[in-house]
């Protein structure tokens, strides 16, 4: 035989290969769930079952009456990997002889909706019937030659046509009410089509608490925007921000950003109260292949954002207006005195001052807004001569030269914000050296919410006030930590969803948001802070359980992406043949991290603080003279100035 017509080498597949090839779809659940019901609606169907089991090794079932498979299709379709189907089906649904002259466009295009029963199990069974014939596939994850084998078939009669999917749930549990959530925030009721979750009919997102309907174009797309008081829906609020639906199926994750361009901010009351869902049936050429975003720098994509963005600030300012007009008058009533002493011009320039703050912020931040008033306010006196002649004529001698040394390089304004900064951190730090070593201290409302609070303690990189608790952040905090709450351990009187305490420790998560080349928020990262109670020792258990923390949190379904995630364990020791920093790889991709434990004593926090602020409470000595209840009450109402990261 002729050496070029010999295959030398055979192809071989590492076990495991189909996991690491097809990416999310295997290892998040509601992508999962997902496709295979879009792969129900490409094959025409009308109605599409999901029976979900009550426990782990349960059966999962997809089932629907589509147009179903012969054997020439289950081969070419099924088994081909990376199928193409725009290119071997085209763009159109097929639908069963009864259905004939419906039109419906496909979502499928590149061939790996039908992999998502393997996140659920590495075996799984097609049962599938046309033309009076059923053929019934046992199918199952292998290596070597081939990275999925059929390994056993059936052939029966059977009339009618459809496809039933069933696979043995050995990981990615999800309860019926979660499957039920899931596919409802996912897909848009059309009249030919219908989910049902064990035996009840999924409400396909329905939009309780609607406050608007309206048409938009942008050339020749048409959109249907409908805009939603989530107060007026369901509590547990699946999703926030703008959600758009292509052809009845929605593309990526929600989120206020699109195209490039920020719709709203989620931190504030609008973005956390409303939400504004988008159906068309255009921009399906602008849609990423696997449906989790649009594809990025699109034209077409960036002037419908735009045509949003006017439509959403208009509605944001009308909505708002009873708020706006009761925060200005709050912040002219409490400042009532300082406006006293202007002129009436002086009066009616603040007025009109707040007016334009709050007509382009409608939901500003009352406490923003309060500072920005005291601000505009001392900016008249200063006008007028009258503040600065105050301060100057009761400046001290030896003052002065100082005074003028630090405004030969500050302004008065920069001096203050800085100063005030360095002010609340070297306070917290009197009360962490005060209060960690006092055995009869409350821990849990002094020392757990002081070092919770001051991020900065653990590094420049998480200053920033954009480390914020989000929805899929609460979700996932609930579903990590839900089981190990102590309750009767500590009432936390804000309710806040992201500090846990736990019967030996309190744990307080952020995560910090970017927005990804589609315009989407994404989770980039998360900040996780476990502070155990007084006399607690971190040993390898202690690290191993922080660990577990950082995959379960990496892994979420609920982020919408992996972020990575950056634990600590604090404590008052750590324990000898100990590892004080641990890196966590990805299981199936051991070059990527997602995250690390580090493990930190409360004398090692408190020294590095006071090294990075100069040693300047020392110095200046007038933080020890503070009486304990006055420190505690300043520090842990005051709002830290944090930095803002150039992440966007």
């Known amino acids: 035989m002729n050496v070029k017509d010999q295959d030398l080498f055979e192809t ?69 990997l990376r199928y193409n189907r725009l290119a071997h089906q ?56 081939q990275p999925l084998t059929v390994i056993s078939k059936e052939e029966v009669d059977k009339p009618g046509h459809g496809t039933r999917l069933s696979v043995p749930v050995a990981q990615h549990f ?41 048409e938009l174009v942008v050339g020749t797309t048409k959109l249907k925007v409908t805009l939603v008081d989530s107060k007026q829906g369901r509590s547990d609020n699946f999703f926030q921000g703008v959600a758009v639906w292509v ?11 699109l195209g490039g361009v920020s719709l709203a901010d989620g931190r504030k009351a609008f973005g956390k109260r409303f939400i504004v869902v988008v159906e068309t049936d255009g921009l399906r050429d602008d849609v990423v292949e696997d449906w989790s975003g649009f594809k990025p720098g699109s034209p077409m994509v960036k002037s419908v954002a735009e045509k949003l ?40 320039e603040v007025s009109q001052f707040v007016d334009g703050l709050l007509d382009e912020n409608p939901d500003l931040d009352p406490k923003i807004l309060q500072l920005a008033v005291k601000a505009a306010i001392n900016l008249e006196k200063s006008r007028s001569g009258q503040s600065l002649l105050n301060k100057l004529s009761s400046i001290s001698i030896d003052d002065i030269d100082s005074l003028d040394e630090l405004l030969a390089e500050w302004t008065a304004r920069d001096a203050l914000i800085a100063l005030s900064e360095i002010d609340i951190r070297l306070k917290v730090i009197e009360a962490l050296h005060r209060f960690s070593g006092d055995k009869d201290a409350d821990e849990l409302h002094t020392i757990h919410p002081l070092i919770l609070k001051a991020r900065w303690l653990f590094g420049p990189e998480f200053e920033s006030n954009e480390y914020s608790s989000n929805v899929g952040l609460v979700k996932t905090i609930e579903q990590v930590f839900g089981k190990q709450v102590d309750a009767d351990a500590f009432i936390n009187a804000k309710k806040r969803p992201d500090i846990v305490v736990l019967k030996q420790s309190t744990i307080g998560a952020k995560a910090l948001e970017a927005v990804d080349e589609n315009g989407h928020d994404r989770t980039k990262s998360v900040l996780l802070i476990e502070v155990k109670r007084g006399g607690f020792s971190i040993g390898r258990e202690e690290m191993n359980q922080a660990d577990g923390y950082v995959q379960d949190i990496a892994y ?17 020791k750590i324990e000898p043949k100990t ?57 842990l109402s005051s709002s830290s100035i944090q930095l803002p990261l150039n992440t966007h």
């Open 90 to 145: 085209g763009p159109n649904v097929s639908f069963p002889p009864e259905r004939q002259g419906l039109k419906r466009k496909a979502f499928g295009r590149n061939g790996i909706g039908r992999h998502g029963l393997l996140c659920f199990g590495d075996e799984y069974q097609v049962e599938t019937w046309r033309d009076g014939k059923s053929l019934l596939f046992n199918v199952s994850v292998s290596s070597g030659e």
């Open 247 to 257: 052809g009845g199926r929605r593309v990526g994750e929600p989120g206020w950003a």
């Open 309 to 348: 963005s006017t439509y959403i600030n208009q509605w944001r300012r009308e909505l708002l207006q009873d708020e706006v007009r009761e925060a200005k008058e709050d912040v002219l009533y409490n400042n009532k005195q300082d406006l006293k002493t202007l002129s009436r011009v002086e009066i009616i």
């Open 174 to 214: 999800q309860s019926g009410d979660v499957v039920s959530e899931i596919l409802s925030a996912r897909f848009i009721s059309t009249p030919d089509f219908s989910i049902s979750v064990n035996g009840n009919t999924v409400p396909l997102h329905e939009h309780p608490g609607v406050i608007d309907q309206a």
């Open 579 to 635: 590892a004080a920093n641990k890196e966590i790889k990805d299981s199936d991709n051991e070059a990527q991290l997602l995250g690390k434990v580090t493990a930190i004593t409360f004398s090692i926090l408190i020294s590095t603080a006071e090294k990075r602020l100069f040693k300047l409470r020392e110095k200046l000595g007038r933080y020890a003279k503070i009486e304990d209840d006055e420190l505690l009450s300043s520090v």
């Open 556 to 572: 979420s379904e609920y982020l919408g992406s992996r972020p990575f995630v950056n634990a600590f364990v604090v404590g008052e």
């Open 12 to 80: 071989i597949y590492e076990e495991n290969f189909l996991r690491r090839d097809l990416g999310a779809i295997v290892h998040r659940p509601d992508i999962a769930l997902t496709e295979l019901v879009a792969n129900a609606y490409d094959a025409g169907a009308s109605k599409v079952k999901v029976i979900v089991p009550d426990e782990l090794g349960g059966t999962l079932v997809v089932e629907d009456n589509g147009v179903g498979m012969t054997e020439k299709h289950f081969r070419q379709r099924w088994m081909m």
